[in-house]
C-alpha cells in the first residue's frame, strides 16, 4: 500500500527565502507526482505534475524534482512571498486502481513580510 | 472553461440525516473522483465514476454512495450522518478516455465544506 509523507508538517520563513519542501512515497511504481496548493479552506490547485520520466519540472518560481528510486520529491520555491502561504500537497496516483490519488499530510507554509 | 464546479459550498446537518453534494467535471473530462479531507490532513479517495459506474472504492462505509450522469456530473450521496463525516468533500476530473490516460493530471474542485452537528 502507497504511503505519502511530507516533511516538515509547518514551516515559518521571513520574506525572500528560498524553500525546500519534502515528499517521500514508499512505492517506487508511481506513474507521476503531482503537487498541489491549498489555501485555508479551498480546494486543491494544481502546480506542477512531473511524470516518472522526468527528473525535473518547473513553473514561474517553482521546480520540482522526482527521485523514484529513493522515493523522494522536492519543491523547491525560490524568492517566497507572503502570497505563497499555504497548504502545499505531494499526490501519486495508485497503479491499476483508476489513478486513484495518495496524498501526504501536506505542508503549512507561512511566509512573512 | 469553468473547470470543476461544486455545490453547495456550505452545508450543515445533523446526525442521521442525509446530504447529496453535486460535481460538474472539467470541461473534456470524463472520470470524476471523490474525496474526503479532514481538518489538517491530506485528501482521502472515496470513489472514482467513469462511464456512469463506480470503477474504484476507497476504504469507506456502504453509507457513501454516488451517481454519474450522461453529461459526467457526478453526485455523492452520504445517509445516516454522523459527526465524523464533518469535512471538506472534493472532487476531482481528468480525462479517462485518452490512451495516455494514466499520465493525466488531476484537477480540483473548490470542495464542499460539511458540517454535521
Known amino acids: 500500500k502507497q504511503e505519502v509523507t511530507q516533511i516538515p508538517a509547518a514551516l515559518s520563513v521571513p520574506e525572500g527565502e528560498n524553500l525546500v519542501l519534502n515528499c517521500s512515497f514508499t512505492d517506487s511504481a508511481i506513474y507521476n507526482l503531482q503537487w498541489f496548493r491549498q489555501d485555508p479552506g479551498k480546494g486543491l490547485t494544481s502546480l506542477l505534475l512531473?511524470?516518472?520520466?522526468?527528473r525535473e519540472q518547473t513553473s514561474g518560481r517553482l521546480n520540482a524534482s522526482l527521485d523514484k528510486s529513493s522515493g523522494r520529491s522536492t519543491l523547491y520555491i525560490a524568492a517566497s512571498q507572503p502570497g505563497d502561504s499555504a497548504t502545499y500537497l505531494c499526490a501519486v496516483p495508485q497503479y491499476n486502481a483508476g489513478n486513484m490519488l495518495t496524498f501526504g499530510g501536506g505542508t503549512r507554509l507561512m511566509v512573512k513580510p | 472553461d469553468a473547470g470543476v464546479t461544486q455545490s453547495p459550498t456550505h452545508l450543515i446537518k445533523t446526525r442521521g440525516q442525509q446530504v447529496t453534494l453535486r460535481c460538474s467535471p472539467k470541461s473534456g473530462h470524463d472520470t470524476v473522483s471523490w474525496y474526503q479531507q479532514a481538518l489538517g490532513q491530506g485528501p482521502q479517495f472515496i470513489f472514482q465514476y467513469y462511464e456512469e459506474e463506480e470503477r474504484q472504492r476507497g476504504n469507506f462505509p456502504d453509507r457513501f454512495s454516488g451517481h454519474q450522469f450522461p453529461n459526467y456530473s457526478s453526485e455523492l450521496n452520504v445517509n445516516a450522518l454522523l459527526l465524523g463525516d464533518s469535512a471538506l468533500y472534493l472532487c476531482?476530473?481528468?480525462?479517462?478516455?485518452?490512451?495516455?490516460?494514466?499520465?493525466?493530471?488531476?484537477?480540483f474542485g473548490p470542495g464542499t465544506r460539511l458540517t454535521v452537528l
Open positions: 512531473i511524470q516518472s520520466s522526468q
Open positions: 476531482a476530473s481528468r480525462p479517462g478516455t485518452s490512451g495516455r490516460a494514466t499520465y493525466n493530471e488531476q484537477f
